[in-house]
């Protein structure tokens, strides 16, 4: 694993710690967050605030990474989500990261679809 993969593992074991103070430290100050509908946080600031209300409203939330990959500064992750009582939360899940040094500069969560997996270049359905 190459150290933005590493980067990447560290940054989920903080999600599923609910560890905002730990993001903190692994967000660029313009770190953007892209969920699996498009939407955009951008900004340490405004995505620990994200962070903190997801937190407090899904205290259970999980990732768990099946397959990390990493070419540059891009990582990509295969895995599934788990979050007791919130169905909606739980089942695969892709990721990817844009990581420069010790920062995360983009965290990007994706349905998992054949489609997705062939747009991320990620074997398997």
């Known amino acids: 694993m190459n150290d933005g993969a590493h980067v990447a593992v560290r940054f989920t074991d903080c999600i599923n710690a609910g560890d905002v103070e730990g993001l903190a430290q692994l967000m660029s100050e313009d770190h953007r967050f892209i969920d699996t509908a498009g939407t955009v946080v951008v900004g340490r600031a405004a995505c620990l605030a994200a962070w903190r209300s997801f937190f407090a409203a899904y205290p259970g939330y999980r990732n768990v990474f099946e397959a990390v990959s990493a070419s540059g500064k891009n990582v990509t992750v295969a895995g599934y989500s788990t979050c007791p009582g919130h169905a ?8 990817t990261a844009v990581v420069d040094g010790n920062q995360v500069l983009e965290w990007r969560v994706y349905e998992d679809s054949a489609a997705v997996r062939r747009r991320l270049g990620i074997l398997g359905d």
């Open 88 to 95: 909606v939360l739980e089942g695969p899940a892709l990721w």
